[in-house]
């Protein structure tokens, strides 16, 4: 994986679970959730990444 991509995953999770935090503390059910679904998704490319590197190998 490059250090490129896994850097941008871990922002884009870093990015969910700020807004994840937010919609949590002002009680915005939809920010919240909005906030979860980047997390995951981020979490998903970094997996998809990982199956790649070992792919290679």
Request: aromatic share 0%; no cysteine.
């Amino acid at each position: 994986m490059s250090a490129e991509n896994k850097a941008e995953n871990m922002g884009k999770k870093a990015k969910g679970k700020v807004k994840e935090a937010a919609g949590r503390a002002v009680g915005n059910e939809r920010l919240t959730a909005k906030g979860q679904a980047e997390k995951s998704a981020a979490d998903l490319k970094q997996a998809g990444e990982k199956a790649k590197d070992a792919l290679k190998d």
